[in-house]
Protein backbone atom coordinates (compact mmCIF):
# COMPACT_ATOMS: atom_id res chain seq x y z
CA UNK A 1 0.00 0.00 0.00
CA UNK A 2 1.65 3.67 -1.12
CA UNK A 3 1.87 6.16 1.78
CA UNK A 4 -0.43 8.58 -0.36
CA UNK A 5 -3.13 5.50 -0.52
CA UNK A 6 -2.85 4.47 3.25
CA UNK A 7 -3.69 7.89 4.36
CA UNK A 8 -6.53 8.20 2.55
CA UNK A 9 -8.19 4.77 3.78
CA UNK A 10 -7.02 6.21 7.31
CA UNK A 11 -9.04 9.64 7.12
CA UNK A 12 -11.80 7.66 5.26
CA UNK A 13 -11.52 5.14 8.70
CA UNK A 14 -11.16 7.93 10.72
CA UNK A 15 -14.62 9.48 10.12
CA UNK A 16 -16.67 6.06 9.94
CA UNK A 17 -15.01 5.25 13.32
CA UNK A 18 -15.66 8.73 14.61
CA UNK A 19 -19.68 8.40 13.56
CA UNK A 20 -20.06 5.22 14.92
CA UNK A 21 -21.58 3.82 18.55
CA UNK A 22 -22.17 -0.04 19.08
CA UNK A 23 -23.88 -1.51 22.32
CA UNK A 24 -25.91 -4.31 23.52
CA UNK A 25 -28.64 -4.04 25.90
CA UNK A 26 -28.34 -6.61 28.90
CA UNK A 27 -31.73 -7.32 30.68
CA UNK A 28 -33.89 -9.36 32.49
CA UNK A 29 -36.67 -10.81 30.36
CA UNK A 30 -39.51 -9.05 30.16
CA UNK A 31 -37.64 -5.62 31.36
CA UNK A 32 -39.03 -3.69 27.72
CA UNK A 33 -36.05 -4.87 25.54
CA UNK A 34 -37.56 -6.09 22.27
CA UNK A 35 -40.34 -2.75 22.99
CA UNK A 36 -36.90 -0.46 23.71
CA UNK A 37 -35.13 -1.99 20.30
CA UNK A 38 -37.92 -1.06 18.59
CA UNK A 39 -38.65 2.38 20.11
CA UNK A 40 -34.87 3.01 19.21
CA UNK A 41 -35.43 2.07 15.59
CA UNK A 42 -38.83 4.33 15.13
CA UNK A 43 -36.51 7.17 16.46
CA UNK A 44 -33.63 6.15 14.19
CA UNK A 45 -35.91 5.86 11.28
CA UNK A 46 -35.09 2.19 10.62
CA UNK A 47 -39.35 1.34 11.04
CA UNK A 48 -42.05 3.70 10.20
CA UNK A 49 -43.60 2.31 12.61
CA UNK A 50 -43.61 0.28 15.76
CA UNK A 51 -44.86 -3.59 15.27
CA UNK A 52 -42.47 -4.12 13.03
CA UNK A 53 -39.84 -5.91 15.68
CA UNK A 54 -43.07 -7.87 17.03
CA UNK A 55 -42.09 -11.08 15.10
CA UNK A 56 -39.01 -11.67 17.20
CA UNK A 57 -41.39 -12.20 19.81
CA UNK A 58 -42.00 -15.16 17.91
CA UNK A 59 -38.75 -16.23 20.49
CA UNK A 60 -41.12 -16.52 23.47
CA UNK A 61 -42.36 -19.20 21.90
CA UNK A 62 -42.20 -23.01 23.20
CA UNK A 63 -38.73 -24.55 22.65
CA UNK A 64 -40.08 -27.03 20.11
CA UNK A 65 -42.23 -24.33 18.27
CA UNK A 66 -38.91 -22.13 18.00
CA UNK A 67 -37.11 -25.33 16.12
CA UNK A 68 -40.00 -26.12 14.38
CA UNK A 69 -39.89 -22.39 13.08
CA UNK A 70 -36.55 -22.44 12.40
CA UNK A 71 -36.64 -25.35 10.39
CA UNK A 72 -39.56 -23.97 8.36
CA UNK A 73 -37.87 -20.82 7.79
CA UNK A 74 -34.44 -22.01 6.39
CA UNK A 75 -33.36 -19.37 8.26
CA UNK A 76 -32.14 -18.57 12.09
CA UNK A 77 -34.91 -15.84 13.87
CA UNK A 78 -32.49 -14.75 15.86
CA UNK A 79 -31.04 -11.47 14.96
CA UNK A 80 -27.72 -10.46 15.53
CA UNK A 81 -27.00 -7.24 15.07
CA UNK A 82 -29.53 -3.97 14.22
CA UNK A 83 -27.98 -1.10 12.39
CA UNK A 84 -29.62 2.26 12.04
CA UNK A 85 -28.23 5.47 11.15
CA UNK A 86 -29.60 8.67 13.32
CA UNK A 87 -28.37 11.94 13.81
CA UNK A 88 -25.52 11.14 11.29
CA UNK A 89 -24.56 8.71 13.57
CA UNK A 90 -24.47 4.77 12.53
CA UNK A 91 -25.92 2.77 15.61
CA UNK A 92 -25.37 -0.93 15.73
CA UNK A 93 -27.42 -2.57 18.52
CA UNK A 94 -25.96 -6.59 19.10
CA UNK A 95 -28.99 -8.33 19.41
CA UNK A 96 -28.22 -10.45 23.04
CA UNK A 97 -30.21 -13.46 22.84
CA UNK A 98 -32.73 -13.52 25.78
CA UNK A 99 -35.73 -15.52 27.10
CA UNK A 100 -35.34 -19.25 26.50
CA UNK A 101 -32.35 -18.97 24.03
CA UNK A 102 -29.92 -17.29 26.64
CA UNK A 103 -26.79 -19.57 26.30
CA UNK A 104 -23.29 -18.43 25.65
CA UNK A 105 -23.64 -16.27 23.14
CA UNK A 106 -25.39 -13.95 25.13
CA UNK A 107 -22.35 -13.73 27.02
CA UNK A 108 -20.39 -13.78 24.02
CA UNK A 109 -21.73 -11.00 22.35
CA UNK A 110 -20.59 -8.25 24.98
CA UNK A 111 -17.41 -9.05 23.49
CA UNK A 112 -18.21 -7.74 20.02
CA UNK A 113 -19.84 -4.18 21.83
CA UNK A 114 -18.33 -0.93 22.84
CA UNK A 115 -20.99 -0.05 25.33
CA UNK A 116 -23.97 -1.62 27.22
CA UNK A 117 -27.71 -0.63 27.73
CA UNK A 118 -29.05 -1.66 30.73
CA UNK A 119 -32.42 -2.33 30.78
CA UNK A 120 -34.44 -2.32 34.39
CA UNK A 121 -37.87 -2.77 34.93
CA UNK A 122 -38.51 0.44 37.32
CA UNK A 123 -40.98 -2.09 39.95
CA UNK A 124 -38.78 -4.89 39.61
CA UNK A 125 -35.32 -3.19 40.23
CA UNK A 126 -32.13 -5.20 39.40
CA UNK A 127 -32.89 -9.14 38.21
CA UNK A 128 -30.71 -12.33 37.93
CA UNK A 129 -30.22 -12.28 34.33
CA UNK A 130 -29.35 -8.37 34.08
CA UNK A 131 -26.86 -8.99 37.32
CA UNK A 132 -24.86 -11.81 35.47
CA UNK A 133 -24.20 -9.99 32.61
CA UNK A 134 -23.35 -6.91 34.16
CA UNK A 135 -20.11 -9.20 35.47
CA UNK A 136 -19.12 -9.67 31.69
CA UNK A 137 -19.82 -6.01 30.91
CA UNK A 138 -17.19 -5.36 34.30
CA UNK A 139 -15.06 -7.45 33.14
CA UNK A 140 -14.76 -6.00 29.63
CA UNK A 141 -14.83 -2.33 31.22
CA UNK A 142 -17.86 -1.44 29.44
CA UNK A 143 -19.35 2.33 29.87
CA UNK A 144 -23.33 0.90 31.19
CA UNK A 145 -26.22 3.67 30.56
CA UNK A 146 -28.98 2.58 32.81
CA UNK A 147 -32.55 2.85 31.40
CA UNK A 148 -35.18 2.31 33.95
CA UNK A 149 -38.41 1.13 32.22
CA UNK A 150 -42.05 1.22 33.36
CA UNK A 151 -42.23 4.70 34.63
CA UNK A 152 -46.15 4.50 33.47
CA UNK A 153 -46.42 1.96 35.87
CA UNK A 154 -46.46 2.08 39.97
CA UNK A 155 -42.30 1.33 40.69
CA UNK A 156 -39.58 1.68 43.06
CA UNK A 157 -38.62 4.88 44.31
CA UNK A 158 -36.48 6.72 42.30
CA UNK A 159 -33.88 7.06 44.64
CA UNK A 160 -33.89 3.77 46.08
CA UNK A 161 -33.26 1.96 42.40
CA UNK A 162 -29.84 4.28 42.32
CA UNK A 163 -28.96 3.03 45.95
CA UNK A 164 -29.66 -0.47 44.38
CA UNK A 165 -26.79 0.02 41.66
CA UNK A 166 -24.62 2.14 43.52
CA UNK A 167 -24.54 -0.60 46.66
CA UNK A 168 -24.96 -4.32 44.52
CA UNK A 169 -22.97 -3.39 41.63
CA UNK A 170 -20.48 -0.80 42.51
CA UNK A 171 -21.29 1.52 40.26
CA UNK A 172 -21.84 5.50 40.57
CA UNK A 173 -24.69 6.66 39.54
CA UNK A 174 -25.82 10.04 37.60
CA UNK A 175 -29.42 10.35 36.89
CA UNK A 176 -29.18 12.50 33.08
CA UNK A 177 -33.46 13.07 33.73
CA UNK A 178 -35.22 12.56 36.41
CA UNK A 179 -38.88 11.55 37.09
CA UNK A 180 -41.54 13.54 37.66
CA UNK A 181 -43.90 11.84 39.47
CA UNK A 182 -44.60 7.54 38.72
CA UNK A 183 -47.28 5.40 37.64
CA UNK A 184 -50.42 7.11 37.04
CA UNK A 185 -48.83 10.11 38.16
CA UNK A 186 -45.84 9.62 35.68
CA UNK A 187 -46.02 13.47 33.79
CA UNK A 188 -42.69 13.78 32.55
CA UNK A 189 -38.62 14.24 33.11
CA UNK A 190 -36.44 16.46 34.21
CA UNK A 191 -33.65 17.24 31.64
CA UNK A 192 -30.64 17.66 34.44
CA UNK A 193 -28.50 18.39 30.89
CA UNK A 194 -30.48 20.98 29.27
CA UNK A 195 -32.41 22.16 32.58
CA UNK A 196 -35.78 21.50 30.89
CA UNK A 197 -39.12 20.08 31.54
CA UNK A 198 -40.23 17.62 29.09
CA UNK A 199 -43.68 16.69 29.70
CA UNK A 200 -44.84 13.33 29.03
CA UNK A 201 -48.36 12.82 26.67
CA UNK A 202 -49.76 9.11 26.74
CA UNK A 203 -49.94 8.11 22.81
CA UNK A 204 -51.77 5.50 22.03
CA UNK A 205 -49.65 2.49 22.02
CA UNK A 206 -46.40 4.16 21.18
CA UNK A 207 -46.37 3.50 17.56
CA UNK A 208 -45.43 7.43 16.72
CA UNK A 209 -42.80 9.61 18.21
CA UNK A 210 -44.02 11.07 21.28
CA UNK A 211 -45.41 14.44 21.47
CA UNK A 212 -42.88 16.18 23.91
CA UNK A 213 -43.49 20.23 24.99
CA UNK A 214 -40.53 21.32 26.63
CA UNK A 215 -40.62 23.82 29.62
CA UNK A 216 -37.97 25.77 31.52
CA UNK A 217 -38.05 24.72 35.19
CA UNK A 218 -39.03 28.34 36.30
CA UNK A 219 -41.49 28.73 33.43
CA UNK A 220 -44.80 29.90 34.58
CA UNK A 221 -47.23 27.92 32.82
CA UNK A 222 -45.92 24.64 34.49
CA UNK A 223 -47.91 25.65 37.43
CA UNK A 224 -51.14 24.91 35.87
CA UNK A 225 -49.35 21.72 34.01
CA UNK A 226 -47.82 20.04 36.77
CA UNK A 227 -49.72 18.87 39.93
CA UNK A 228 -48.13 21.39 42.69
CA UNK A 229 -47.26 18.76 44.99
CA UNK A 230 -45.71 16.80 42.08
CA UNK A 231 -44.00 20.51 40.85
CA UNK A 232 -42.49 21.20 44.65
CA UNK A 233 -41.04 17.35 45.10
CA UNK A 234 -38.95 17.52 41.84
CA UNK A 235 -37.66 20.58 43.28
CA UNK A 236 -36.43 19.25 45.88
CA UNK A 237 -35.27 15.59 44.94
CA UNK A 238 -33.07 18.16 42.07
CA UNK A 239 -31.22 20.03 44.75
CA UNK A 240 -30.84 16.52 47.10
CA UNK A 241 -28.89 15.14 43.67
CA UNK A 242 -27.28 18.73 43.51
CA UNK A 243 -26.17 18.38 46.94
CA UNK A 244 -25.73 14.52 47.67
CA UNK A 245 -25.40 12.80 44.65
CA UNK A 246 -22.03 12.57 42.39
CA UNK A 247 -20.87 14.91 39.87
CA UNK A 248 -21.12 13.67 36.69
CA UNK A 249 -17.66 12.77 35.20
CA UNK A 250 -17.60 10.85 31.23
CA UNK A 251 -13.59 9.68 32.16
CA UNK A 252 -15.55 6.84 34.96
CA UNK A 253 -18.42 6.54 32.74
CA UNK A 254 -16.08 5.25 29.77
CA UNK A 255 -14.20 3.60 32.24
CA UNK A 256 -17.44 1.40 32.89
CA UNK A 257 -17.28 3.12 36.92
CA UNK A 258 -20.32 5.15 36.49
CA UNK A 259 -24.11 5.02 35.00
CA UNK A 260 -25.38 7.70 33.48
CA UNK A 261 -29.12 6.46 34.66
CA UNK A 262 -32.37 7.35 32.13
CA UNK A 263 -35.75 7.06 33.25
CA UNK A 264 -38.39 6.74 30.81
CA UNK A 265 -41.01 4.49 29.36
CA UNK A 266 -40.41 2.22 26.00
CA UNK A 267 -43.60 1.35 25.33
CA UNK A 268 -45.56 5.04 25.10
CA UNK A 269 -41.69 6.42 23.29
CA UNK A 270 -41.12 8.61 26.66
CA UNK A 271 -37.86 9.43 27.38
CA UNK A 272 -36.42 7.54 24.34
CA UNK A 273 -35.71 10.39 22.09
CA UNK A 274 -33.39 12.09 25.27
CA UNK A 275 -31.93 8.73 26.04
CA UNK A 276 -30.39 8.37 22.49
CA UNK A 277 -28.83 12.12 22.31
CA UNK A 278 -27.11 11.41 25.28
CA UNK A 279 -26.39 8.07 24.31
CA UNK A 280 -24.78 9.40 21.12
CA UNK A 281 -22.62 12.00 22.98
CA UNK A 282 -21.83 9.90 25.65
CA UNK A 283 -20.68 6.40 24.70
CA UNK A 284 -17.68 5.46 22.98
CA UNK A 285 -16.35 4.97 19.59
CA UNK A 286 -14.98 1.92 18.51
CA UNK A 287 -11.93 1.63 20.19
CA UNK A 288 -8.74 -0.44 20.55
CA UNK A 289 -8.71 -4.17 20.43
CA UNK A 290 -5.40 -5.84 22.35
CA UNK A 291 -3.56 -8.11 20.53
CA UNK A 292 -0.19 -10.36 19.60
CA UNK A 293 1.08 -6.87 17.81
CA UNK A 294 -0.26 -4.91 20.85
CA UNK A 295 -3.24 -2.36 20.63
CA UNK A 296 -5.04 -1.95 17.84
CA UNK A 297 -5.96 1.02 16.68
CA UNK A 298 -9.45 1.23 14.55
CA UNK A 299 -7.60 3.19 12.39
CA UNK A 300 -4.85 1.00 11.70
CA UNK A 301 -5.02 0.43 8.15
CA UNK A 302 -5.63 -2.79 7.29
CA UNK A 303 -9.17 -4.73 7.90
CA UNK A 304 -8.70 -7.33 10.86
CA UNK A 305 -11.13 -8.83 12.94
CA UNK A 306 -12.49 -11.46 15.11
CA UNK A 307 -15.31 -13.88 15.24
CA UNK A 308 -17.76 -13.83 18.73
CA UNK A 309 -20.33 -15.96 17.51
CA UNK A 310 -21.21 -18.71 15.45
CA UNK A 311 -24.90 -19.99 14.11
CA UNK A 312 -26.18 -22.90 12.91
CA UNK A 313 -28.87 -23.53 11.37
CA UNK A 314 -31.53 -25.72 12.90
CA UNK A 315 -32.27 -27.07 9.09
CA UNK A 316 -30.22 -29.94 8.16
CA UNK A 317 -31.11 -29.36 4.67
CA UNK A 318 -29.50 -25.80 4.88
CA UNK A 319 -26.14 -26.88 6.50
CA UNK A 320 -25.61 -23.00 6.40
CA UNK A 321 -23.80 -21.59 9.27
CA UNK A 322 -22.77 -18.15 10.05
CA UNK A 323 -19.79 -16.86 11.73
CA UNK A 324 -20.43 -13.08 13.42
CA UNK A 325 -17.11 -11.18 13.09
CA UNK A 326 -16.45 -7.81 14.83
CA UNK A 327 -14.60 -5.94 12.65
CA UNK A 328 -11.60 -3.89 14.54
CA UNK A 329 -9.01 -2.10 12.36
CA UNK A 330 -9.54 -1.05 8.54
CA UNK A 331 -12.02 -0.86 6.02
CA UNK A 332 -14.10 -4.73 5.18
CA UNK A 333 -14.89 -4.76 1.28
CA UNK A 334 -16.98 -7.67 -0.07
CA UNK A 335 -14.88 -10.40 -1.94
CA UNK A 336 -11.69 -9.44 0.17
CA UNK A 337 -9.01 -12.10 0.79
CA UNK A 338 -7.88 -12.49 4.30
CA UNK A 339 -5.61 -14.56 6.43
CA UNK A 340 -6.80 -16.70 9.07
CA UNK A 341 -4.94 -16.69 11.76
CA UNK A 342 -4.81 -20.31 13.50
CA UNK A 343 -4.79 -22.42 10.55
CA UNK A 344 -2.96 -20.04 8.30
CA UNK A 345 -4.67 -20.37 5.82
CA UNK A 346 -6.28 -17.74 3.63
CA UNK A 347 -10.09 -17.35 3.24
CA UNK A 348 -11.98 -15.04 0.44
CA UNK A 349 -14.85 -13.31 2.07
CA UNK A 350 -17.55 -13.53 -0.94
CA UNK A 351 -20.95 -13.68 0.75
CA UNK A 352 -20.59 -11.70 3.48
CA UNK A 353 -23.73 -10.25 4.67
CA UNK A 354 -25.68 -8.46 7.68
CA UNK A 355 -28.92 -8.83 9.47
CA UNK A 356 -31.80 -6.99 9.96
CA UNK A 357 -34.15 -8.68 11.67
CA UNK A 358 -35.64 -11.81 9.19
CA UNK A 359 -33.83 -10.28 6.28
CA UNK A 360 -30.45 -10.63 5.27
CA UNK A 361 -28.85 -8.20 2.90
CA UNK A 362 -25.25 -8.34 1.30
CA UNK A 363 -22.66 -5.68 2.44
CA UNK A 364 -20.01 -4.56 0.64
CA UNK A 365 -18.04 -2.67 3.06
CA UNK A 366 -17.73 -2.31 6.98
CA UNK A 367 -15.83 -0.41 8.91
CA UNK A 368 -14.52 -0.67 12.65
CA UNK A 369 -17.13 -1.17 15.19
CA UNK A 370 -19.83 -3.26 12.58
CA UNK A 371 -20.11 -6.80 12.70
CA UNK A 372 -20.54 -8.90 9.67
CA UNK A 373 -21.82 -12.27 9.12
CA UNK A 374 -19.76 -14.54 6.73
CA UNK A 375 -20.87 -17.97 6.02
CA UNK A 376 -19.07 -20.77 7.75
CA UNK A 377 -18.76 -24.14 6.80
CA UNK A 378 -16.31 -25.06 8.92
CA UNK A 379 -13.71 -22.87 8.90
CA UNK A 380 -14.07 -20.50 11.31
CA UNK A 381 -14.40 -21.41 15.30
CA UNK A 382 -15.15 -18.86 18.31
CA UNK A 383 -12.49 -16.15 19.29
CA UNK A 384 -10.53 -16.58 15.70
CA UNK A 385 -8.81 -13.79 14.01
CA UNK A 386 -9.32 -12.52 10.33
CA UNK A 387 -6.62 -10.32 9.49
CA UNK A 388 -5.07 -8.34 6.20
CA UNK A 389 -1.31 -7.42 6.44
CA UNK A 390 0.77 -8.25 9.53
CA UNK A 391 -0.07 -11.35 11.34
CA UNK A 392 -1.79 -11.14 14.75
CA UNK A 393 -4.13 -12.73 16.82
CA UNK A 394 -6.53 -11.11 18.93
CA UNK A 395 -7.46 -12.27 22.86
CA UNK A 396 -9.93 -15.34 22.66
CA UNK A 397 -13.45 -15.19 24.12
CA UNK A 398 -13.47 -17.05 27.94
CA UNK A 399 -15.61 -19.67 28.83
CA UNK A 400 -18.70 -18.44 30.53
CA UNK A 401 -20.07 -20.09 33.86
CA UNK A 402 -22.64 -23.02 33.19
CA UNK A 403 -25.47 -23.38 35.06
CA UNK A 404 -27.33 -26.74 34.11
CA UNK A 405 -25.35 -29.94 33.68
CA UNK A 406 -26.52 -33.18 32.49
CA UNK A 407 -24.42 -36.54 31.64
CA UNK A 408 -25.52 -36.98 27.73
CA UNK A 409 -25.59 -40.78 26.97
CA UNK A 410 -25.51 -42.84 23.50
CA UNK A 411 -27.63 -45.95 23.64
CA UNK A 412 -26.75 -47.07 20.61
CA UNK A 413 -23.26 -48.45 20.64
CA UNK A 414 -23.13 -48.65 17.18
CA UNK A 415 -23.65 -45.44 16.72
CA UNK A 416 -20.59 -44.41 18.77
CA UNK A 417 -18.74 -42.17 15.92
CA UNK A 418 -21.57 -40.26 14.75
CA UNK A 419 -22.10 -39.58 18.54
CA UNK A 420 -18.21 -39.06 19.15
CA UNK A 421 -17.78 -36.49 16.24
CA UNK A 422 -21.33 -34.62 16.75
CA UNK A 423 -20.04 -33.98 20.48
CA UNK A 424 -16.83 -32.81 19.47
CA UNK A 425 -18.02 -30.26 16.98
CA UNK A 426 -20.71 -29.04 18.70
CA UNK A 427 -18.58 -28.22 21.65
CA UNK A 428 -16.11 -26.34 18.87
CA UNK A 429 -18.90 -24.53 17.20
CA UNK A 430 -19.56 -23.58 20.85
CA UNK A 431 -22.85 -24.80 20.94
CA UNK A 432 -22.10 -25.73 24.66
CA UNK A 433 -19.46 -26.89 26.79
CA UNK A 434 -18.29 -30.33 27.53
CA UNK A 435 -16.98 -31.68 30.71
CA UNK A 436 -15.79 -35.03 31.66
CA UNK A 437 -15.94 -36.50 35.35
CA UNK A 438 -12.43 -37.33 36.96
CA UNK A 439 -13.61 -40.86 37.39
CA UNK A 440 -12.66 -42.87 34.42
CA UNK A 441 -15.12 -45.17 34.75
CA UNK A 442 -17.72 -42.57 33.82
CA UNK A 443 -16.95 -41.84 30.39
CA UNK A 444 -20.15 -40.06 29.18
CA UNK A 445 -19.46 -36.46 28.51
CA UNK A 446 -20.83 -33.98 31.01
CA UNK A 447 -22.45 -30.95 29.13
CA UNK A 448 -22.36 -27.40 30.90
CA UNK A 449 -25.15 -24.96 29.42
CA UNK A 450 -25.81 -22.09 30.38
CA UNK A 451 -29.72 -22.10 29.61
CA UNK A 452 -31.86 -25.15 28.81
CA UNK A 453 -32.33 -24.64 25.32
CA UNK A 454 -28.46 -25.27 24.88
CA UNK A 455 -29.24 -28.81 25.90
CA UNK A 456 -32.57 -29.53 23.32
CA UNK A 457 -30.31 -27.62 20.75
CA UNK A 458 -27.51 -29.77 21.42
CA UNK A 459 -29.52 -33.06 21.09
CA UNK A 460 -31.47 -31.76 18.06
CA UNK A 461 -28.70 -31.67 15.94
CA UNK A 462 -26.73 -34.59 17.16
CA UNK A 463 -30.35 -36.39 15.52
CA UNK A 464 -30.73 -34.30 13.32
CA UNK A 465 -26.93 -33.98 11.37
CA UNK A 466 -25.10 -36.88 13.08
CA UNK A 467 -28.35 -39.48 13.22
CA UNK A 468 -26.97 -39.68 16.80
CA UNK A 469 -30.14 -40.26 19.54
CA UNK A 470 -29.06 -39.49 23.12
CA UNK A 471 -30.06 -39.36 26.28
CA UNK A 472 -29.57 -36.96 28.74
CA UNK A 473 -29.66 -37.15 32.61
CA UNK A 474 -29.25 -34.44 34.41
CA UNK A 475 -26.96 -33.54 37.40
CA UNK A 476 -28.09 -31.68 40.36
CA UNK A 477 -25.57 -28.68 40.44
CA UNK A 478 -25.84 -25.17 39.17
CA UNK A 479 -22.65 -23.57 40.35
CA UNK A 480 -19.24 -23.90 38.07
CA UNK A 481 -15.92 -22.24 39.17
CA UNK A 482 -12.74 -22.99 37.80
CA UNK A 483 -9.56 -23.20 40.15
CA UNK A 484 -7.35 -20.78 39.78
CA UNK A 485 -3.96 -22.45 40.21
CA UNK A 486 -4.75 -26.04 38.42
CA UNK A 487 -4.38 -29.20 39.80
CA UNK A 488 -1.45 -28.13 41.77
CA UNK A 489 -3.90 -25.91 43.64
CA UNK A 490 -6.44 -28.17 44.21
CA UNK A 491 -4.41 -31.48 44.83
CA UNK A 492 -2.75 -29.16 48.18
CA UNK A 493 -6.38 -28.64 49.17
CA UNK A 494 -7.50 -31.76 48.97
CA UNK A 495 -11.08 -32.70 49.38
CA UNK A 496 -13.77 -30.83 49.60
CA UNK A 497 -16.99 -31.17 50.73
CA UNK A 498 -20.26 -30.62 48.96
CA UNK A 499 -18.58 -30.23 45.59
CA UNK A 500 -17.95 -32.10 42.30
CA UNK A 501 -14.62 -32.42 40.31
CA UNK A 502 -15.05 -32.45 36.40
CA UNK A 503 -12.26 -31.45 33.95
CA UNK A 504 -13.36 -29.09 31.23
CA UNK A 505 -12.43 -30.13 27.65
CA UNK A 506 -8.52 -28.47 28.55
CA UNK A 507 -8.44 -30.82 31.64
CA UNK A 508 -8.61 -27.85 33.80
CA UNK A 509 -10.17 -28.69 37.18
CA UNK A 510 -14.19 -27.31 37.63
CA UNK A 511 -15.98 -27.44 41.06
CA UNK A 512 -19.57 -28.45 40.62
CA UNK A 513 -21.67 -26.90 43.61
CA UNK A 514 -25.40 -27.83 44.33
CA UNK A 515 -25.95 -23.52 44.96
CA UNK A 516 -24.34 -20.42 45.56
CA UNK A 517 -24.52 -21.24 49.12
CA UNK A 518 -22.07 -24.24 48.96
CA UNK A 519 -20.02 -22.20 46.75
CA UNK A 520 -19.29 -19.97 49.35
CA UNK A 521 -18.87 -22.38 51.91
CA UNK A 522 -16.02 -23.70 49.95
CA UNK A 523 -14.45 -20.52 49.63
CA UNK A 524 -14.51 -19.71 54.01
CA UNK A 525 -13.56 -23.23 54.72
CA UNK A 526 -10.04 -23.18 52.26
CA UNK A 527 -8.88 -19.48 51.60
CA UNK A 528 -5.96 -20.54 49.53
CA UNK A 529 -8.67 -21.80 46.89
CA UNK A 530 -9.12 -18.84 44.17
CA UNK A 531 -12.33 -19.79 42.55
CA UNK A 532 -13.66 -18.22 39.02
CA UNK A 533 -16.90 -18.42 36.98
CA UNK A 534 -15.34 -17.00 34.05
CA UNK A 535 -12.53 -19.25 33.21
CA UNK A 536 -9.70 -17.86 30.81
CA UNK A 537 -9.47 -17.72 27.41
CA UNK A 538 -8.74 -20.97 25.12
CA UNK A 539 -9.83 -20.58 21.65
CA UNK A 540 -11.93 -23.61 20.19
CA UNK A 541 -10.36 -25.58 17.96
CA UNK A 542 -11.97 -26.35 15.03
CA UNK A 543 -11.66 -30.17 14.23
CA UNK A 544 -9.89 -32.20 11.47
CA UNK A 545 -13.16 -32.83 9.90
CA UNK A 546 -14.26 -30.01 9.21
CA UNK A 547 -15.40 -28.89 5.26
CA UNK A 548 -13.73 -25.85 4.00
CA UNK A 549 -15.25 -23.53 1.34
P1 LIG B 1 -38.39 -8.20 26.75
O1 LIG B 1 -38.06 -8.14 25.29
O2 LIG B 1 -37.39 -7.54 27.62
O3 LIG B 1 -38.76 -9.54 27.26
O4 LIG B 1 -39.70 -7.33 27.00
P2 LIG B 1 -40.81 -6.79 26.02
O5 LIG B 1 -40.31 -5.60 25.27
O6 LIG B 1 -41.39 -7.89 25.24
O7 LIG B 1 -41.84 -6.23 27.10
C1 LIG B 1 -42.42 -7.07 28.06
C2 LIG B 1 -43.79 -6.54 28.44
O8 LIG B 1 -43.64 -5.27 29.05
C3 LIG B 1 -44.70 -6.32 27.24
O9 LIG B 1 -46.03 -6.56 27.67
C4 LIG B 1 -44.52 -4.85 26.94
O10 LIG B 1 -45.62 -4.28 26.27
C5 LIG B 1 -44.39 -4.30 28.34
N1 LIG B 1 -43.65 -3.02 28.37
C6 LIG B 1 -42.48 -2.72 27.77
N2 LIG B 1 -42.14 -1.43 28.03
C7 LIG B 1 -43.12 -0.93 28.81
C8 LIG B 1 -43.35 0.36 29.38
O11 LIG B 1 -42.58 1.30 29.24
N3 LIG B 1 -44.49 0.49 30.12
C9 LIG B 1 -45.37 -0.53 30.32
N4 LIG B 1 -46.44 -0.29 31.05
N5 LIG B 1 -45.20 -1.75 29.77
C10 LIG B 1 -44.08 -1.94 29.02
P3 LIG B 1 -46.82 -7.86 27.24
O12 LIG B 1 -48.16 -7.73 27.87
O13 LIG B 1 -46.01 -9.05 27.55
O14 LIG B 1 -46.88 -7.76 25.68
P4 LIG B 1 -47.77 -6.80 24.77
O15 LIG B 1 -49.04 -7.53 24.63
O16 LIG B 1 -47.93 -5.50 25.47
O17 LIG B 1 -47.02 -6.70 23.51
Not at 8 to 23: D, G, K, L, S
Not at 67 to 78: F, L, V
Not at 222 to 241: F, G, R, S, V
Not at 301 to 311: A, C, D
Amino acid sequence: MTTEIQTEIQTEIQAEVERRRNFAIISHPDAGKTTLTEKLLLYGGAIHEAGAVKVRKAQRHATSDWMAMEQQRGISITSTVLQFEYNNCQINLLDTPGHQDFSEDTYRTLAAADNAVMLEDAAKGLEPQTRKLFEVCKLRGLPIFTFINKMDRPGQEPLELLDEIEKELGLKTYPINWPIGTGDRFQGVFDRRKQKIHLFERTAHGSREALDRVFDLDDPRINELLDPDLYHQLKEELELLEHAGSEFDLDLVHAGKMTPVFFGSAMTNFGVQLFLDSFLDYALKPGSHLSTLGDMEPEYPEFTGFVFKLQANMDAKHRDRVAFVRVCTGKFEKDMTVNHARTGKVVRLSRPQKLFAQERQSIETAYPGDVIGLNNPGVFAIGDTIYMGKKLEYEGIPCFTPELFAYLKNPNPSKFKQFHKGVLELREEGAVQIMFSIDEAKRDPILAAVGQLQFEVVQFRLQNEYGAETLLEPLPYSVARWVTGGWEVLNKVGRIFNAAVVKDSWDRPVLLFKNEWNCRQAEADHPELKLTSIAPVVSIQPSESGEEE
